[in-house]
């Protein structure tokens, strides 16, 4: 009982206590929004650009959605990078071929990782462990090789360029996010805030006390009547669909769909960010991905083997700080 | 016609020993500890760098009995440093430990041999061909097949003859009871952890001999591996012997008419075998 208090209290953004007083969770809530909202004004003093704001927004979308499954219903995906692939290589196509419309490529996008997820899923819900992963880890590598071989479409190992966002029509108005880097942060977190505060009220919900439960102890879960492998596979769904989302702002971001957007190495990432930043802690993934980005954007302009750093990095992280960051300080403070 | 799909069998049958040998190493250290190891493409490609490193001071052999044991020494020397502590925790860990290690392989190799092909010469008496008629049969292909055949009955043997075989084999079963029993099951994780990783070294320097040296090998053989452990069944190094072969004879002949499925056709088969049967071919049913 006192598990399930904690981790649903983890599941609001739980009460940091802060050098003897108790930072209210929603002064936290309050202080990560107001630092996003104004990102792109203080970012540029220290040290880095808009465009870096707004990969960290997109990829921490992808980890939170990732956490969603991972931290908060306990299965272990490691092929998340498929749906963001899907979703940026269906809004890339859509745009170059079919509609020069965002919000329609944005629509496709998520379509396509909707619908491979819900496929997949049906075959993987009954697999728990290290089966889930593994298979998960499987698939992923699927939509890459069909990526990497459709040369003429998709553009091969070169990924889909020859296309750029829209500016997004709303009817009444336009914003114009291909020549204003603003616009488009705020396009981004507009789209983060609306999935966030999705994934927020379902976990807040029944559902989402019920894979809470399922996470903590599957096989009461399952003596209670309550329809595990359903529940798992719609959490699946939810996450998958999130990170599609985040893959069609990616491919906008870059006005380029990488086949590395698919590859599996990509799904280490995510999983890296959730992990780094705290996996049973609500923000935990968006600190994690800002930590990561940031790093790989400094490493990678100091050195051409970026990827050993990056390596070694994950090295550390497993082996002294696997609770990540807001779980160290969870720990710290109740101790 | 007749010749091209044979040939393409064959092909396959190459590959699929490839496979086999690679998923045979994941597959012992995944049932005996619980470790997906993503870096055993790393280890493999290690291993055919360490063969073209020994050549010129022991020759082609000398090479191909040296460089498994090498690339299973650094195995050790990483499980025992880096993949013990990680015992007991969460899988996700030490899955996410041997990802960051395949980057470093990866990435090491290509900083000390370079980006580019290098030429891994065999015997010239391996290079020709058995016969006019079927000009696929090169005398290094059979010995492939031959070697990854010796392999694979050696490793039976190892597991049903030896002492430590039939504890790797019990405590695949039962860890706990193995280790009340008095057996040193750090020890055995150690031991079993090492032998996989030799397959891997010895299956690095095959393909050394046939695709020639690159640092990306490791981590285009790597996907296709973790398909055959799971067409296999989870638990079954049978099956993974025969989802390796499986898939390399499906993606072979698949490469007769569709050249461009080749690769996505064994993640199809994968997903017919999870509808069907989502314990695998020969998985036992409940384990995982």
């Known amino acids: 009982m006192s598990r399930l208090d904690k981790s649903a209290d983890s599941a609001r953004g739980g009460g940091i206590p802060i050098a003897g007083f108790r930072l209210d969770k929603r002064a936290a809530d309050a202080v990560v929004w107001l630092l996003l909202l104004t990102m792109p004004f203080w970012i540029g003093w220290i040290g880095g650009y808009t465009q870096l704001g707004t990969r960290v927004v997109i990829l921490a979308l992808a980890a939170m959605s990732l956490n969603f499954l991972l931290g908060y219903t306990g299965v272990m995906s490691f092929g998340h990078a498929a749906y963001f692939g899907l979703g940026s290589y269906g809004l890339g196509l859509t745009i170059k071929y079919l509609v020069p419309n965002t919000l329609v490529g944005m629509a496709i996008g998520i379509a396509a990782a909707i619908v491979a997820a819900a496929i997949i899923g049906l075959l993987i819900v009954r697999l728990r462990g290290i089966y889930f992963a593994m298979v998960t880890i499987a698939f992923g590598q699927v939509f890459y090789f069909i990526a990497y071989r459709w040369n003429n479409v998709t553009g091969g190992d070169d990924g889909l360029s020859g296309w750029h966002r829209m500016p997004v029509d709303l009817g009444f108005t336009q914003i114009d996010i291909l020549n204003n880097d603003f616009a488009f942060y705020y396009v981004a977190l507009f789209c983060f805030a609306v999935s966030i505060g999705i994934m927020a009220l379902l976990l807040r919900s029944p559902f989402g006390r019920t894979l809470l439960a399922i996470r903590e102890n599957e096989r009461r879960a399952r003596f209670l009547g309550i329809p595990v492998d359903r529940h798992i596979w719609i959490s699946w769904l939810i996450s998958c669909t999130f990170t599609g989302l985040a893959g069609t702002l990616y491919a906008m971001l870059n006005n380029f769909s990488d086949p590395h957007d698919l590859h599996w190495e990509q799904s280490g990432n995510f999983v890296i960010m959730a992990v780094l930043g705290g996996m049973r802690s609500f923000w935990g993934p968006l600190i994690g991905a800002a930590i990561f980005i940031v790093l790989e954007d400094y490493i990678s302009s100091r050195t051409e083997n970026w990827e050993s750093f990056i390596g070694l990095f994950f090295i550390l992280v497993v082996l002294f700080f696997p609770r990540g960051v807001l779980g160290m300080i969870k720990r710290k403070t109740m101790q | 016609m007749t010749e091209l799909i044979l040939y393409n069998v064959f092909n396959g049958l190459v590959i699929g020993a490839f496979y086999a040998l690679m998923a045979l190493g994941l597959s012992l250290i995944l049932n005996l500890s619980g470790v997906i190891n993503f870096a055993h493409g790393g280890f493999l490609t290690l291993g055919g760098y360490l063969a073209f490193v020994l050549v010129p001071f022991v020759g082609f052999w000398g090479a191909l009995l040296i460089s498994p044991f090498l690339t299973a020494i650094v195995g050790l020397v990483i499980e025992r440093l880096m993949i013990r502590p990680l015992y007991g925790r969460d899988p996700l860990y030490s899955l996410l430990l041997t990802f960051g290690l395949a980057y470093i392989l990866e990435d090491g190799t290509r900083f000390i041999w370079g980006p ?118 989870l638990g079954s190094l049978p099956g993974t012997l025969l989802g390796g072969l499986l898939i390399g004879v499906a993606s072979g002949v698949t490469s007769v008419f569709f050249p461009d499925a080749s690769e996505a056709v064994i993640y199809v088969m994968m997903g017919l075998v999870l509808l069907v049967r989502p314990r695998g071919l020969l998985g036992e049913e409940g384990r995982f």
């Open chain 2, 116 to 233: 580019q092909t290098l030429p891994f010469s065999v015997p010239i008496w391996l290079q020709s061909q058995l016969s006019t008629q079927f000009f696929f049969l090169t005398g290094y292909r059979v010995f492939m097949v031959g070697l990854a055949t010796v392999t694979v009955i050696g490793l039976f043997l190892i597991l049903s003859r030896t002492r430590v075989g039939m504890r790797i084999r019990a405590g695949t079963l039962d860890l706990e009871t193995v280790s009340v029993l008095g057996v040193n099951t750090r020890f055995l994780r150690t031991v079993n952890f090492g032998l996989g990783i030799f397959l891997a070294g010895l299956a690095g320097v095959l393909a050394a001999g046939m695709l020639g040296l690159q640092p990306t090998t490791g981590s285009e053989l790597i996907m296709p591996s973790f398909v055959a452990v799971v067409i296999g069944g």
